[in-house]
């Protein structure tokens, strides 16, 4: 009998987080990302067979900032550029290399909260976090400061 009750409680313990993981995705407290300093240049690798699914995440970014209806969203949307290196790494991976300037501050440059912001349905929303993760490999570096020299000027 106690070997019975042990599986059935395992198994309990195994389904458990099968059927929370819905309503756990939709109560996470979102995390806000700010930087500081005038720039920021941010790197992910991204596998070479998922490339479209990052450009895809990426085109949902610019469309979410472009109907957000935060004021600051439209700042972010001027500065942010994302450059695809010309030359794979190694492995075959790619380096995206996201360049923001200027930076707005407090804004918060969470990806998935910007699109979160305009994508309600929490269906949608799983679906954009899964090919987020599912495209990047790592997210390489993040470097954020003041501009020491702007040759422009």
Excluded: C
Excluded at 44 to 51: C, I, L, M, S, Y
Excluded at 59 to 76: F, H, R, T, V, Y
């Amino acid at each position: 009998m106690r070997r019975l009750f042990g599986m059935i409680l395992a198994g309990a313990m195994m389904l458990l987080p099968a059927f929370s993981y819905g309503t756990a995705f939709a109560q996470q407290a979102p995390q806000k990302t700010t930087f500081s300093g005038d720039m920021v240049i941010w790197a992910f690798n991204v596998p070479g067979d998922k490339a479209a699914d990052y450009e895809a995440v990426v085109a949902k970014l610019k469309d979410s900032l472009a109907k957000s209806e935060k004021p600051e969203a439209k700042q972010q949307l001027a500065g942010w550029k994302v450059m695809k290196n010309a030359m794979p790494q190694p492995d075959g991976s790619l380096v995206y290399i996201h360049v923001i300037s200027p930076v707005v501050p407090e804004a918060d440059y969470s990806i998935t909260n910007i699109v979160y912001d305009v994508v309600k349905d929490p269906a949608e929303q799983k679906a954009f976090y899964d090919q987020y993760r599912g495209a990047v490999k790592a997210a390489m570096f993040m470097i954020q400061g003041p501009v020491t020299a702007d040759f422009a000027k």
